[in-house]
């Protein structure tokens, strides 16, 4: 009886069937995903199957899918379908598709963070005014707040100070429609500045001030990038002790452009001073009744 008869269990044989990728062709032989390129307006490509050359004109939504229309250099304009691989730029097979819809930007804003108006021409000058003490507070004031008072038709006069401001008050001749406002310098209580700003009742007139010994201090020490405005003995001059104080030279006409040339905008300005300011171009601006 032979060694393999029937006698003996037959061994199972079991055959693991491989897995094939029906794609026969080789890895390095297949087609690499062509890039996506959007269509944007005055892109040159070549159709592939056409050879038709020209630059992008449109992108529409179709029925049938996405088109591009093309136009050549002799100006004649042709659609062809955005299908995969369809186009050459520059050599290279690309996909075209449609660019994304741009997303909305942001309105403009002037320095005093008022949304800008694009175009808007100066208005003729009201009669009303906002009196600063002196040039450096209008030098700020147009700084920051000098587009909106150009639309509104404000203008900003300084009084190299205001221990006159009741004569001052009065030769303006306020009313109705000629508004004042006036800006002080250190209006605290029981400051010379609040004495001489109790003296003006008239219902036409707004004072109102900020707490700062000077405008300087307005701005913001951080805009500097000092830690904070330096204290200046009782009985010196105020500007030259900080200039002595920061290290900086005792020349406060450069000392003040270095300091205005740090601001930018309302963000670089103190809240105390803020309010006040736009308080008094509202009062100067309000219709009249």
């Keep these: 009886m032979s ?51 020209g630059a992008v004109i449109r992108c529409e939504k179709t029925a049938q899918g996405p088109t591009v229309t093309l136009e050549d250099r002799f100006g004649k304009h042709r659609v062809f379908p955005m299908e995969p691989r369809g186009f050459l730029l520059e050599g290279r097979v690309v996909t075209l598709v449609r660019p ?3 997303a909305p930007s942001a309105p403009r804003r002037t320095a005093s963070g008022s949304i800008a108006v694009p175009g808007a021409r100066a208005r003729v000058a009201r009669a009303g005014r906002i009196y600063v003490e002196g040039r450096h507070d209008a030098e700020l004031v147009e700084r920051v707040w000098g587009d909106d008072l150009r639309i509104e038709g404000v ?22 429609d000629a508004r004042l406002g006036v800006l002080v310098d250190h209006l605290v209580a029981g400051s010379k500045e609040s004495r001489i700003a109790a003296q003006v009742t008239d219902e036409h007139v707004l004072v109102l001030g ?41 020349n406060t006409g ?14 670089d300005l103190q809240p105390e001073l803020l309010g006040k300011v736009e308080e008094l171009i509202d009062f100067v601006t309000a219709p009249q009744g």
């Design 100 to 102: 994304r819809a741009a």
């Design 3 to 53: 060694a393999y008869g029937s006698g003996r269990s037959s061994r199972a044989i079991v055959t693991r069937m491989r897995q094939y990728d029906p794609d026969l062709t080789p890895p390095w032989k297949r087609q690499r995903p062509a890039p996506e390129v959007p269509a944007e307006p005055d892109l040159v490509v070549e159709e592939v199957s056409t050879g038709f050359c």
């Design 210 to 250: 900020h707490p700062y010994i000077d405008i300087w201090e307005a701005v913001k020490p951080s805009s500097l990038s000092i830690p904070a405005w330096p204290k200046v003995p009782h009985g010196q001059d105020w500007k030259k002790g900080v200039c002595r104080a920061l290290g900086w030279p005792e």
């Design 254 to 267: 450069a000392a003040w452009q270095r300091i205005l040339s740090s601001v930018h905008s309302y963000r």
């Design 155 to 176: 203008v900003v006069e300084y009084l190299e100070g205001v221990d006159d401001l009741p004569a001052i008050v009065e030769d303006f001749s306020p009313g109705p």
